[in-house]
C-alpha cells in the first residue's frame, strides 16, 4: 500500500511517500511544495493545487493523511494555512475517499511513544524506522513522513480517523 502523508502549510507544505506491507515500512519520497510570500493568497493556493495533483498523478497513493492544523496564536495566520490545508484536501478528494487525519499529539505518540516528543525526537525515529542515511529535510517533510507512518501503523483503527 502507498500512503502519502501531508503537512499542510501555506508557505510550505511538506509531503512524504512511503509503502508499506505488513508492519514493513519502505520510503519512496519526500519534499515540500513551497509558494512565495509576495504572492497574491489565489496564486498561492492555486500552486497547491496544482502541486497536490502532480503528487496524486505521480505516486498514486492508496491513502492519504493528513495532519490536523493546531493553532495557539496567529488567527490571520491560521486562517491562510486553513485555505492552504482546503484546498490540498479538494486536490485529493477528487481522486480518493480515502483520506485520514491525525493530531500533531497523535503522530508523536504513535512515532516516539510520547506525546509531546520534540522535533529531534521525531526526526530521529523517522529515519530509523524509514532505515534513512539521514534526518528528512525540511521539517515539514520530515513530519509528512510520520504523518504517512503513523497512519501505516494505525491500519487496524484507520475507520477512527477517516475525515467525514
Do not use: C
Not at 509503502?19 to 497574491?40: F, N
Amino acid at each position: 500500500m502507498i500512503i502519502l502523508g501531508i503537512d499542510p502549510g501555506l508557505a510550505t507544505l511538506g509531503y512524504g511517500v512511503i509503502e508499506t506491507d505488513r508492519g514493513k515500512h519502505k520510503l519512496v519520497q519526500y519534499g515540500t511544495l513551497v509558494t512565495q510570500p509576495k504572492q497574491p493568497l489565489p496564486q498561492r493556493l492555486r500552486a497547491i493545487f496544482i502541486g497536490m495533483n502532480q503528487l496524486m498523478d505521480t505516486y498514486q497513493p492508496d491513502e492519504v493523511a493528513f495532519e490536523e492544523l493546531f493553532f495557539s496564536k496567529n488567527v490571520t495566520t491560521g486562517m491562510a494555512v486553513a485555505s492552504a490545508r482546503g484546498v490540498a484536501l479538494v486536490a485529493v478528494a477528487q481522486r480518493t475517499e480515502n483520506l485520514y487525519e491525525y493530531t500533531p499529539m497523535q503522530v508523536k505518540q504513535a512515532i516516539t511513544g510520547h506525546g509531546k516528543a520534540d522535533k529531534q525526537q521525531m526526526q530521529q525515529m523517522v529515519r530509523v524506522l524509514l532505515n534513512m542515511k539521514e534526518i528528512a529535510k525540511p521539517d515539514d517533510a520530515a513530519d509528512a513522513l510520520a504523518v504517512a507512518i503513523t497512519h501505516a501503523n494505525s491500519m487496524a483503527m484507520k475507520h477512527l480517523f477517516r475525515i467525514q
